[in-house]
């Protein structure tokens, strides 16, 4: 080692630095503002006191030797030169180059799935405590080395039952405040560490690493400032989701300033919530390594319900159950399904007092991954029901809340009301009447039509017919889906158009503007729905038809159901293709900025000259929606295949902006929760929309009390649950938020299905809502580790490693980090220093002992 590299390595010891290389550069610096801002200031005021030094030692004291005054003279200019310094406060800025010891950063899984008691077989138990430092022989938990267990542990590590097994976090205490060969420790030796805990949607935590009365420190760089003891305290289960791509989000912005070589994670990596763990993953930009907490398969069945929201009273319905298993190959198992009245008679019965309605009970014998089984369902009653699918549980099973599903549906005997305006017959309005007279949700009650070219005769003698496009509010207003057809501006009414835009933007109508090649949507440029429009429309276009062309899907056509014709892509292309070419469109002048094109023309543009022209367009207006058509030829798709893909497109299309919203009527008084699911212990938010006969705002003036009334019913078995008794009924003061819209907010904390009622002040009777409070969390829906997800994310960069917390000390070995080079600028003060002490005190005692050598005073 030379000369230089010596003093290198010597000056990054006296800053602290590890390992240092280079020195890359010095600049002193003046911080005192009188100096800083004019250091001629110093270098006069050192000139003028070393002359001052000179005068002194040259003129008072001519009788001493001319050597000794000399050396007085420069002591004492020094001197008084140091301390002038002293006082410009000067500093020194050092770049150095060094290796550090790599940072090595921990993540541990704090939430709700990490007290799951993993099923093990006894080889599997046995390996595992041996792993974490504990011993269960004899059915009391020791330490690796026959020590009984820390003391604030000892309560949870008490004698196991030959099946008993602690929780996941449980295992990662034990193996933190292992004594013997503890892995953080071993770590510590060749890392820095720091340690985190992801227990929240946001972000981590950080945990210390040691006690506050001892180092108080987050990251340590030497095994015996960690204290696994404390560090396990701090580890907890509570969380209630897992969102790993948002903590790896969180550290990936503290590594911007950390250096970070390598992260370790901990968890079961049950991701739940959140964005993608593998896009953070890639973002972190480090190598990272994955330990597998928790058992990797496990005994388990979890049921699920597929079945449509709205079923119609004495029609037959297909309920599907779907049954997903692990460990449970070839075994047979008996689902029932079974129907829960919410509210049978309408009257004040609690919720519990019924009794659930058997549909069928199958056997399944269980075969892959999942198995659909298929349950035909006749409603014989109306109303809200909850369909109950349910398996026994299976011996060896960790959780069996997943064993039980339910799903809310409503079975009505009433129908969805569609309005078609329309000038004159067309072949569109034609089968389109066709397909909703035979539609279940529809039929000849619920279709209604105003054509301006019909017969006053056949207005008034046919039901189906309306006399008028601007029908009473109360009328108008209990409609679900409105078609607009091919009209001149002429025949739309001011009412009519105002009374539309109102039914969209207000009460989450449906809206759906078919284009014909006889006036064009340019009709509607200046009347009030040009605004709900998806298309900015051009009232002096007109009709293309100078080529047939063939319509063209957008790629977000594949996220709309009424753009998927059949049973798949390939059937749906089959479809589409049906269609053959289309002979005519109603160009417009571009698509909204809010609306999505679904399908547009293969050659044509907007005015921009870029996009292609729109030909199918969806919006959301307030709180509807809108389609747009330009053109009215999709009754082509009935070409070789009859109504098959007709009705699918026009009855996707109707389900969509019809029971997105309260049907009919009961638009006018809508009852609803901020959610349909809630934990105990959350908040409530209750949203009335409320409005008079004619669907005007209702005020608080125009209420007795200035509130409205309702009640919150409890489930019947919730008496055990938050001191509230169970079945009966809370009283519930709602108070205006703003007209037509009144708010109220409750805590709630039993498990169960709870009802809200409110009563209406136009009709006197009741309209109520349910919402379910769950105890069963999200974190406990699957018993086993995502071995996959784990696997991935130790795939994601090179190097990275996965193993399960059974092999976890073979990771300290795996664990090979490389030192990375760091730039490091140090800011030194001088004037503070004890060398500039030393200095000063050093030049006083010379000068004083030079003057005693010669006798002066």
């Given at each position: 080692m030379n000369v230089a590299q010596m003093f290198t390595d010597a000056f990054g010891r006296l800053l602290g630095l590890e390992e240092t290389q280079t020195i890359e550069g010095f600049e002193p610096v003046l911080a005192a503002p009188w100096a800083h801002d004019a250091p001629a200031w110093v270098l006069f005021g050192c000139i003028g006191l070393i002359a001052a030094a000179v005068v002194f030692y040259a003129r008072y004291q001519r009788h001493k030797p001319a050597g000794a005054r000399v050396v007085l003279a420069a002591c004492r200019a020094t001197v008084l030169c140091l301390l002038l310094l002293l006082l410009a406060e000067p500093i020194l800025t050092v770049t150095v180059t060094s290796q550090k010891r790599p940072a090595l950063w921990f993540l541990f899984d704090g939430t709700e799935s990490m007290s799951i008691a993993d099923e093990f077989s006894d080889q599997q138990r046995a390996k595992l405590a041996e792993a974490v430092g504990l011993d269960q022989h004899d059915g009391e938990a020791r330490t690796a080395n026959g020590e009984p267990a820390a003391s604030d542990t000892e309560a949870l590590l008490a004698p196991l039952s030959p099946r008993a097994s602690l929780g996941r976090i449980d295992y990662l205490k034990a193996l933190l405040q292992r004594s013997d060969g503890n892995l953080l420790q071993r770590l510590a030796a060749k890392y820095r560490l720091r340690a985190f805990l992801f227990d929240q949607l946001d972000g981590v935590r950080t945990l210390e690493l040691a006690p506050p009365g001892e180092a108080s420190r987050t990251d340590a760089e030497d095994g015996d400032e960690i204290d696994g003891d404390y560090l396990a305290e701090q580890l907890t289960a509570d969380g209630e989701?897992?969102?790993?791509?948002?903590?790896?989000?969180?550290?990936?912005?503290?590594?911007?300033?950390?250096?970070?070589?390598?992260?370790?994670?901990?968890?079961?990596?049950?991701?739940?919530?959140?964005?993608?763990?593998?896009?953070?993953?890639?973002?972190?930009?480090?190598?990272?390594?994955?330990?597998?907490?928790?058992?990797?398969?496990?005994?388990?069945?979890?049921?699920?319900?597929?079945?449509?929201?709205?079923?119609?009273?004495?029609?037959?319905?297909?309920?599907?159950?779907?049954?997903?298993?692990?460990?449970?190959?070839?075994?047979?198992?008996?689902?029932?399904?079974?129907?829960?009245?919410?509210?049978?008679?309408?009257?004040?019965?609690?919720?519990?007092?019924?009794?659930?309605?058997?549909?069928?009970?199958?056997?399944?014998?269980?075969?892959?991954?999942?198995?659909?089984?298929?349950?035909?369902?006749v409603p014989e009653q109306t109303g809200r029901f909850a369909l109950l699918a349910d398996v026994a549980p299976v011996m060896g099973e960790v959780i069996e809340e997943n064993n039980r599903a339910r799903r809310e549906v409503t079975v009505r005997?009433?129908?969805?009301?569609?309005?078609?305006?329309?000038?004159?017959?067309?072949?569109?309005?034609?089968?389109?009447?066709?397909?909703?007279?035979?539609?279940?949700?529809?039929?000849?009650?619920?279709?209604?039509?105003?054509?301006?070219?019909?017969?006053?005769?056949?207005?008034?003698?046919?039901?189906?017919?309306?006399?008028?496009?601007?029908?009473?509010?109360?009328?108008?207003?209990?409609?679900?889906?409105?078609?607009?057809?091919?009209?001149?501006?002429?025949?739309?009414?001011?009412?009519?158009?105002?009374?539309?835009?109102?039914?969209?933007?207000?009460?989450?109508?449906?809206?759906?503007?078919?284009?014909?090649?006889?006036?064009?949507?340019?009709?509607?440029?200046?009347?009030?729905?040009?605004?709900?429009?998806?298309?900015?429309?051009?009232?002096?276009?007109?009709?293309?038809?100078?080529?047939?062309?063939?319509?063209?899907?957008?790629?977000?056509?594949?996220?709309?159901?009424?753009?998927?014709?059949?049973?798949?892509?390939?059937?749906?292309?089959?479809?589409?293709?049906?269609?053959?070419?289309?002979?005519?469109?109603?160009?417009?002048?571009?698509?909204?900025?809010?609306?999505?094109?679904?399908?547009?023309?293969?050659?044509?543009?907007c005015v921009d000259g870029k996009t292609r022209q729109p030909l199918i367009a969806v919006r959301r207006y307030g709180r509807g929606e809108v389609i747009y058509l330009g053109f009215n030829e999709t009754w082509r798709l009935r070409r070789q295949y009859g109504e098959l893909y007709y009705r699918q497109f026009w009855g996707q299309m109707i389900h969509r902006l019809g029971l997105s919203h309260a049907l009919g009527s009961q638009k006018r008084f809508v009852v609803q929760t901020d959610r349909r699911r809630y934990q105990a212990d959350d908040q409530v938010l209750l949203t009335v929309e409320a409005c008079n006969a004619d669907f005007e705002p209702l005020g608080e003036e125009d209420l007795p009390d200035r509130r409205l009334q309702g009640e919150l019913v409890l489930p019947s078995d919730s008496s055990a649950s938050g001191g509230q008794p169970g079945g009966e009924a809370q009283r519930l003061s709602i108070s205006q938020l703003r007209k037509g819209v009144f708010e109220a907010r409750f805590p709630v904390f039993a498990a169960g299905e709870h009802r809200v009622r409110v009563r209406d002040p136009i009709t006197g009777k009741p309209v109520e809502t349910t919402f379910k409070v769950t105890s069963v969390a999200v974190e406990r829906q699957n018993a086993v580790r995502n071995v996959a997800l784990q696997q991935q994310i130790a795939d994601v960069h090179a190097g990275g490693r996965s193993c399960g917390l059974a092999d976890v000390n073979e990771l300290a070995e795996r664990i090979q980090l490389t030192p990375k080079t760091e730039t490091t600028v140090e800011i030194i003060t001088l004037w503070n220093t004890w060398l500039c002490f030393a200095c000063v005190v050093g030049l006083l005692l010379v000068e004083w002992l030079v003057r005693k050598w010669v006798n002066l005073p």
């Open positions: 989701v897992t969102a790993l791509g948002e903590a790896l989000d969180d550290l990936a912005r503290r590594h911007a300033t950390a250096n970070l070589a390598g992260l370790v994670i901990f968890s079961d990596f049950d991701q739940n919530s959140g964005q993608p763990a593998l896009a953070a993953a890639s973002r972190l930009g480090t190598t990272i390594y994955t330990v597998g907490v928790g058992a990797a398969a496990a005994v388990d069945i979890a049921v699920s319900i597929q079945s449509p929201l709205i079923l119609k009273k004495s029609e037959r319905a297909t309920i599907t159950v779907t049954l997903r298993q692990q460990g449970l190959e070839g075994e047979e198992v008996r689902v029932s399904l079974a129907a829960l009245p919410l509210d049978p008679s309408g009257d004040e019965t609690t919720l519990g007092a019924a009794e659930p309605l058997p549909i069928d009970e199958k056997p399944v014998m269980l075969s892959g991954a999942s198995v659909d089984v298929d349950f035909q369902y005997d009433d129908f969805l009301r569609l309005l078609y305006v329309e000038y004159e017959p067309t072949w569109e309005w034609r089968f389109v009447k066709e397909v909703f007279h035979r539609d279940k949700l529809v039929g000849t009650e619920g279709f209604r039509t105003f054509l301006r070219s019909s017969d006053p005769r056949v207005r008034d003698t046919s039901a189906m017919f309306l006399p008028t496009m601007s029908p009473p509010r109360s009328e108008f207003f209990a409609h679900d889906v409105i078609f607009l057809g091919d009209l001149p501006a002429s025949a739309l009414s001011p009412r009519f158009c105002q009374m539309t835009e109102e039914f969209v933007r207000n009460f989450g109508g449906g809206l759906v503007v078919v284009s014909g090649p006889r006036f064009g949507p340019g009709q509607l440029a200046d009347t009030p729905l040009a605004r709900l429009l998806p298309v900015k429309v051009d009232p002096a276009a007109r009709v293309f038809d100078r080529q047939p062309f063939r319509l063209k899907l957008t790629a977000h056509a594949a996220q709309y159901d009424f753009m998927q014709l059949g049973s798949d892509e390939r059937e749906s292309r089959k479809a589409w293709d049906n269609l053959g070419l289309l002979p005519w469109y109603q160009p417009v002048e571009r698509l909204h900025p809010l609306a999505t094109a679904l399908a547009e023309h293969p050659t044509r543009t």
